[in-house]
């Protein structure tokens, strides 16, 4: 299992315990994470799973695909370190990771 942290734009935090091999989206819904709506449940077809990573995780979470791209182009308030939780994989490298929820999504 590795711990996820996602922090809502309020600055309550949720700590997870993710199985290895499913997504960041995938755990905040099942988790009940304020703010990750998931409306396609995690096709790459919506913006409503955005999230910020931490700085400290951006180069071991990768860059987005061209597909995740074009997606968060319909997101609000894309930052640099924007991602769509669905496409983020979790892995034991990513213990720890610390994803911020924007105020809205798309």
């Known amino acids: 299992m590795t711990k996820l942290i996602f922090v809502t734009h309020e600055g309550t935090r949720y700590e997870i315990e993710a199985a290895n091999g499913s997504t960041a989206m995938e755990n905040a819904v099942r988790n009940d994470v304020p703010g990750i709506e998931a409306e396609c449940g995690g096709a790459c077809a919506c913006a409503t799973c955005h999230v910020y990573v931490d700085e400290a995780f951006t180069a071991l979470t990768g860059e987005p695909e061209a597909m995740e791209e074009d997606m968060l182009d319909f997101a609000f308030e894309v930052k640099p370190t924007s991602r769509l ?22």
């Not at 939780?85 to 798309?106: F, H, M, N, Y």
């Open 85 to 106: 939780s669905c496409q983020i994989k979790i892995r034991p490298e990513l213990d720890g990771l610390v994803l911020t929820v924007p105020e809205r999504q798309a």
